[in-house]
């Protein structure tokens, strides 16, 4: 029998996927194959009276197994760009979300270029803290997480993008022990309520330590906000991502904790509550 030609496997792999109800099933096909083959999209489409056969058809068709599964594409070619960078995932990381995009802007804003201690707690595949770091060049990040799995795989990012002499990587809870002072402290923490968990697609994929914020979503942000006051420089900025209905909550723990600080709630582009940031020195 001839082997099945690339058009043809994209044909039957698309059918595949959207049975597996996915959204965009024949872009997952396209992106799964090129991954396999080491091609670009477009060369791959250049190519699609070409055969697919061997090892590179067995390593597709399992692909396209979990892809039909609803694993996360980031999980199946093992990356994700994210502020224009590509960064290393796997299944002990969130995949990194568009929406922490603001996150890093209003991050970025409040570094000026010189020098700067900036903690990113929760750090997972190390988006935040390698992104600052690649932005800034005088900054030094200090990442926290408490999974030691996630912490190599935000080291890989962090050399891969030439950065890892500005880092250090702590394995721990939130802020204790405390860190020394810093200019910067982001973090986007687990914040979906306990009882939501189970019932979300994201669940099924990723990382409950990466999802679950308690029975309010509020139990790691809450405790960050209390530790944070003894971190945070007296001008410094705390940065954090929020679910959408958290942003009062979010608020008014930031305005208890720091009564004289800027406190704001931005909204992402689906104009939905997403950061809270506060500004101690104003
Ligand atoms: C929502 S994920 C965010 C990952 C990454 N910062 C991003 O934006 O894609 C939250 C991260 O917080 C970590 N985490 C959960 N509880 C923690 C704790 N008590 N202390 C430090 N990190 C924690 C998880 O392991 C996970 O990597």
Redesign the pocket.
């Known amino acids: 029998m001839s082997a099945q030609t690339i058009g043809a496997a994209l044909r039957a792999a698309t059918d595949q996927i959207r049975a597996g109800g996915v959204d965009s099933p024949r872009l997952t096909a396209e992106v799964l194959l090129a991954h396999v083959l080491g091609l670009g999209r477009a060369q791959l489409l250049a190519r699609l009276e070409q055969p697919l056969a061997g090892p590179d058809a067995a390593s597709y068709w399992a692909l396209v197994a979990r892809a039909a599964a609803d694993t996360p594409l980031a999980y199946l070619t093992g990356r994700r760009e994210f502020f224009g960078l590509e960064f290393d995932v796997d299944e002990s990381?969130?995949?990194?979300?568009p929406e922490?995009e603001l996150l890093v802007e209003v991050a970025l804003e409040g570094l000026a270029t010189g020098p700067a201690h900036v903690i990113?707690?929760?750090?997972?595949?190390g988006?935040?803290g390698v992104t600052l770091a690649v932005k800034r060049q005088a900054i030094r990040v200090t990442a926290?997480?408490?999974?030691a799995v996630?912490l190599a795989i935000a080291r890989r990012n962090a050399e891969r993008h030439g950065v890892d002499e500005r880092m250090r990587f702590l394995e721990?809870?939130?802020l204790d022990p405390s860190p020394p002072p810093a200019d910067l402290i982001c973090a986007?923490?687990?914040?979906i309520p306990s009882a939501d968990v189970a019932t979300l697609a994201v669940s099924r994929h990723e990382?409950k330590?990466?999802?679950d914020g308690g029975p309010d979503g509020l139990d790691?942000i809450r405790r960050l906000i209390a530790q944070a006051g003894t971190v945070l420089t007296p001008v410094g900025r705390l940065v954090l991502?929020i679910e959408a209905r958290q942003g009062p909550a979010v608020s008014a723990l930031c305005r208890d904790a720091f009564p004289r600080a800027a406190v704001r709630v931005l909204r992402d582009f689906a104009d939905l509550d997403r950061v809270v940031v506060l500004d101690r020195g104003v």
């Open positions: 990381v969130l995949v990194p979300r922490t990113d707690v929760g750090t997972g595949s988006i935040i926290i997480d408490r999974s996630a721990q809870d939130l986007n923490l687990p914040y990382p330590l990466a999802l790691l991502e």
